[in-house]
Nanobody, 115 residues
Framework: QVQLVESGGGLVQPGGSLTLSCAVSENIFNFNSVGWFRQAPGKQRDMVAT???????DYANSVKGRFTISRDNAVNTVYLQMNSLKLEDTAVYYC?????????WGQGTQVTVSS
């Protein structure tokens, strides 16, 4: 069974930075893409950033220029570097990996941006 384990969430002030990590139990090249999604209270879960097997990245417009997704193939981990955090970035952040029609999710990590 594929497992995705997120870490790195926490409380940060506006303008601050955090780096999230997603440790994948299998070789990340087994998946079509791995990415980060987030869900704020009362809202739907939205894509934040993804990286596909070829290394092509995609970002939500709201995070372009502030967030960077990357991966370390040697340790099967995908990262989300978040800079210039805003209040509206507060959410539970989930790691997702998909292959063909199968999608795997992590348990989520809370990111709270507050002064």
């Amino acid at each position: 069974q594929v497992q995705l384990v997120e870490s790195g969430g926490g409380l940060v002030q506006p303008g601050g930075s955090l780096t999230l990590s997603c440790a994948v139990s299998e070789n990340i090249f087994n998946f079509n893409s791995v990415g980060w999604f987030r869900q704020a209270p009362g809202k739907q879960r939205d894509m934040v950033a993804t990286i596909n097997v070829g290394g092509v990245t995609d970002y939500a417009n709201s995070v372009k220029g502030r967030f960077t997704i990357s991966r370390d193939n040697a340790v099967n981990t995908v990262y989300l570097q978040m800079n210039s955090l805003k209040l509206e970035d507060t959410a539970v952040y989930y790691c997702r990996a998909n292959i063909l029609r199968t999608t795997y999710w992590g348990q989520g990590t809370q990111v709270t941006v507050s002064s």
